[in-house]
């Protein structure tokens, strides 16, 4: 072997008790009309990442242990194949197993929310033995991001010299102000070469979920034309909630109804509940009923308002956006109840 290599050191010294059991003075008999006999070698198991190892088994006399004395010229003798080389093969994974994961969280998975110029770091180790000069390619799967568009990957063959057990590499992430609900692809490991391998799954893959911050989910509110509403006794009328900007996801927000004097619910039903918009709708409205009484009344004010938004079917949840918005202008109607019932008498 070559001075110096640590290579070619591991590849060649098996060690006596540690690799083979050390046997020395013993012997082994060949019966009368037999032509061979058998010598037993033990290998001993460890758990330490080793290349092919060697030890020499030798025979180092014989002679005749039973049976009619002989001409000395008739004794058995030693042959010119004397010993035997024995090969203990590598094991317990010598040249390494590429294992992948997301630096910051140390998973297979992370989540990652839609920004300019930010870069993803990516860690690919190398498990149990680091023997030898080996390479390990990683590139990118396509799901619903796309390479060149929402991410940048290169396929590329990383390189670990003798003994390297850990390098990483970036992703740079891209920003659109388009809204999109939460985009994902895949980072793999392939192609080890040097006599390494690659972990199975999910260890040889990392999923990367971008989360976007664009209001994926829509921004809601009441509709110009509902923001004021002037109603009678026994009308019925509706409000509208529109949800502008995008449409992903399922987005539910509760309303009131509330008034100075808290008749509210003796003079309307229902005063609560909630609006829901499906995926893709953009449109939803608040149906009110103006009960009737013979009670005679002057003109009140009552207000509808939204609040507690919330948003289901995508996960991008608040800090890392996505998810829908009230928007803050437009979340109360007012609506003027009509004076009833002549309140102030008749002349």
Not at 174 to 182: A, V
Not at 285 to 313: H, K, M, Q, W
């Amino acid at each position: 072997y070559t001075p110096g290599s640590r290579t070619s050191l591991l590849r060649a010294q098996a060690q006596a008790n540690l690799d083979f059991r050390l046997v020395t003075g013993s012997s082994v008999v060949i019966p009368a009309g037999q032509r061979q006999g058998n010598v037993s070698v033990t290998i001993l198991a460890d758990t330490q990442p080793e290349l092919d190892e060697y030890f020499g088994v030798g025979l180092q006399s014989v002679s005749l242990v039973s049976g009619p004395a002989a001409m000395s010229v008739n004794e058995p003798s030693l042959g010119t194949s004397r010993s035997a080389t024995v090969n203990v093969q590598g094991n317990d994974a010598a040249n390494g197993v590429f294992i992948i994961y997301a630096t910051n969280n140390n998973d297979q998975s992370i989540r990652i929310k839609e920004q300019p110029n930010f870069a993803l770091s990516m860690t690919v180790e190398r498990l149990y033995g680091s023997i030898g000069a080996v390479t390990i390619q990683y590139s990118a799967v396509n799901g619903t991001a796309f390479s060149g568009d929402d991410f940048s990957v290169p396929t590329t063959d990383f390189f670990f010299a003798d003994g390297i057990v850990k390098r990483s590499f970036f992703i740079q992430l891209k920003e659109d102000q388009t809204p999109e609900p939460d985009e994902s692809f895949q980072v793999v490991l392939s192609s080890p070469t040097g006599g390494a391998s690659v972990a199975p799954s999910p260890n040889s893959s990392v999923t990367v979920i971008i989360a976007d911050n664009d209001l994926a989910a829509g921004r809601v509110a009441i509709a110009q034309s509902s923001l004021s509403a002037i109603v009678s006794e026994g009308e019925s009328f509706s409000l509208t909630v529109q949800r502008t900007v995008a449409s992903f996801g399922t987005v539910r927000s509760y309303w009131e109804m509330s008034s100075m004097d808290a008749m509210a619910s003796q003079q309307f039903t229902p005063t609560s509940g909630y609006v829901v918009f499906g995926p893709g709708q953009t449109t939803a409205t608040i149906p009110l009923s103006v009960r009737v009484d013979p009670t005679p009344e002057t003109a009140a004010v009552y207000n509808v308002t939204l609040f507690n938004i919330s948003t289901s079917g995508i996960s991008s949840l608040p800090p890392l956006g996505g998810a829908a918005v009230l928007d803050l202008t437009k979340v109360t109607s007012i609506i003027t109840l009509r004076a009833s019932n002549m309140p102030h008498g008749q002349v």
